[in-house]
């Protein structure tokens, strides 16, 4: 049986540079890159207003959605960054969401 896409190509036209990396770091102290990627993606992005004791601090944070798998390779994405909109920001939180035969339906990366 073929699962439908819940998230179609048709709604994905934001350009989005997606780079996902690996556990551990490089020599130099820089983490290890596992993936690097160019596609288009649906982009919603936030901005939320959070108070602390001496002023109040503006957060912006976004959710990417692409539809698939975009890492095959690894089994779970739990840092990178991405550049979308000519602003680079980092992935905070990876999800590929499964359909009931255990295949990817979509990837959602949430940002900082």
Known sequence: MKYPCLVPKKFCKTPIKVTIFQEGISEDGEPLKAIEIDTKCNYQDEAKTVLTAEQKLVRIEGTVLIPGD???????????????????????????ARNPDNTINYTKLELN
Request: a positive charge.
């Open 70 to 96: 975009i890492a095959p390779s690894i089994p779970s994405i739990s840092s990178g960054e991405v550049e979308v909109l000519g602003i680079k920001r980092s992935i905070y939180k990876g999800k590929k």
